[in-house]
């Protein structure tokens, strides 16, 4: 089937969405409004409360535009406090492993193929890596290249610093279980490598999407795992969707007690979740009274 939809200008966007059931209180408004914020970045805004059916996609609620935008705002927030958490997890992460495979296979232990469960994707992973090192532009890269030749590659301890989290969630995940897993899954609280290999992937995934604007609210995320036992507190409700925003938030948030106690993330949720608009809280997969939960009180 030819792609066959034509662009059409900010008036006729706003004629059109109007046409389909859209309130516009102030046109003049929306216009500045969309000549900022693409109108198909805001149709995943309007998606949900529209007829996706109909191929006139007919609002099937009363909407206004303002609402739209108050959606998109408040997403925008809680894009942005995900992503600073997420980056004090991946530090975190990243300094754990970094540290215990160390002391027990020295600097250059990233290196060894014996280390891992399959050489095909050990092979990938260090090919990866070695992109990412040489692209780097980090003073302690170049140091090491200029003054060494042998290894050729860094250790871990720059190697690793410079890599991406959805890499260093592939390079943990290849590793045979053994006492370096064990040490750092236990550092985070959690009693199951496997639970810990998960988180490490979905974190990846939602930095991503926040790293590159991308909608968190209403989102289908890769499922994250609901450990059953727990070294800290934890949510008592297991019964919740694992592919929504509010099981990720939990895990974070639990992951965030451990290495940073002092940590504002949960404040800051709490108060923007007193703005969300439209009583979204459920499409993000937020159960009924989930502030009461220990882990959230």
Known sequence: ?????QPISIQEQI???????????????????????????????????????NPDHPFIQKVNFDNIIELYCFDRRLRLLIFNAIEK???????????????????FWHLNPGLYNNAVYFADHIASLQKETDRSTETF??????????????????????????LLSKIFSNLKKEKCKDDITAHFGLKDIDVLTNWMHCFSVIRNICAHHGRIWNRRLPKITIPRKTSHTF??????????????????????????????????????????????EKEMGFPTNWQTEPLWK
């Open 89 to 107: 997890i991946e530090i975190a992460l990243r300094t754990q492993i970094i540290y215990h495979y160390s002391l027990a296979y020295g600097g």
């Open 15 to 53: 004629e059109r969405l109007s046409k389909r059931g859209l309130i516009f209180s102030d046109e003049k408004k929306a216009s500045d409004y969309l000549s900022n914020i693409s109108y198909y970045r805001l149709r995943a805004y309007t998606y949900p409360f529209q007829d996706n059916v």
């Open 235 to 280: 949510i008592n409700d297991k019964q919740i969707y694992n592919n929504k925003t509010y099981a990720y938030l939990s895990c974070m948030l639990y992951v965030l007690n451990i290495i940073s106690p002092q940590h504002s993330f949960k404040n800051n949720l709490l108060e923007l979740m007193k703005t969300c608009p439209m009583m979204q």
């Open 141 to 166: 890269i170049k140091h090491y290249r200029q003054k060494y030749n042998d290894p050729k590659e860094p250790p871990s301890w720059m190697a690793l610093e410079v890599s991406s989290i959805g």
């Open 1 to 5: 089937m030819k792609y066959t939809k």
